[in-house]
């Protein structure tokens, strides 16, 4: 099984401020990385496929990158409305495994 | 507009089974893989299982596998889950989640339907 770990497990910036959510897998996932977005009660929303290919509806201020192991999502400039839990989750092999989440806040 | 209903959840004894369900509409369904991910109170999500386009391949995470059967009703657009033996530990939100149709990210999810397993 494919182990996502994220970091940090909290992030906590300002409006304004760029945030840069890290996750790492054990072995290569290629680009099968995918990015949700979930907010309190809500089910999660799809970010990034592919670890870098923007879904339909994601603002501009998204972006992924990475390969191989180690990938990276990051907020160019917050906004109040980015407050929630995000996660990566890989569909290079089964089972299909998600990381345990980063909690960004906004001050 | 592309919509996933989930229904069927609900408090059942340890041990006991459940079925749920997943409507779906607005897209067109024997065209996409289907998965359930759950969420247990307060914790991240997890992959239960996911399903082929015609039924024929079923992928399921080990913790659920001999207890757990996803299918599905192409006629009907529906998405099932069969839960027996079913644990404390399957206490969850389920969602229904549809795959893009190139693949590899779920692209819609319902909004989940709550399965509580507890004496």
């Known amino acids: 099984e494919i182990v996502l770990t994220q970091s940090p497990a909290t992030l906590s910036s300002s409006p304004g401020e760029r945030a840069t959510l890290s996750c790492r897998a054990s072995?290569?996932?290629?680009?099968?990385l995918v990015w949700y977005q979930q907010k309190p009660g809500q089910a999660p929303r799809l970010l990034i496929y592919?670890?870098?290919n923007g879904a339909t509806g994601t603002p501009a201020r998204f972006s992924g990158s990475g390969s191989g192991s180690d990938f990276t999502l990051t907020i160019s400039s917050l906004e109040p409305e980015d407050s929630a839990v995000y996660y990566c989750?890989?569909?290079?092999?089964?089972?299909?495994?998600f990381g345990q989440g980063t909690r960004l806040e906004i001050k | 507009e592309v919509q996933l209903v989930e229904s069927g959840g609900g408090l059942v004894l340890p041990g006991g089974s459940l079925r749920l369900s997943c409507a779906a509409s607005?897209?067109?369904?024997?065209?996409?893989?289907m998965s359930w991910v759950r969420q247990a109170p307060g914790k991240g999500l997890e992959w239960v299982a996911s399903?082929?386009?015609?039924?024929?391949?079923?992928y399921y995470v080990d913790s659920v596998k001999g207890r757990f059967t996803i299918s599905r009703d192409n006629a009907k657009n529906s998405l099932f889950l069969q839960m027996t033996s079913l644990r404390a530990e399957d206490t969850a939100i389920y969602y229904c989640?549809?795959?893009?149709?190139?693949?590899?990210?779920?692209?819609?999810w319902g909004q989940g339907t709550l399965v509580t397993v507890s004496a």
């Open positions: 989640a549809r795959d893009r149709l190139q693949g590899r990210a779920d692209d819609y």
């Open positions: 607005g897209f067109t369904f024997n065209s996409h893989w």
């Open positions: 399903i082929k386009q015609d039924g024929s391949g079923q």
């Open positions: 072995q290569s996932v290629s680009s099968h």
């Open positions: 592919g670890a870098s």
């Open positions: 989750q890989q569909r290079c092999d089964w089972p299909i495994t």
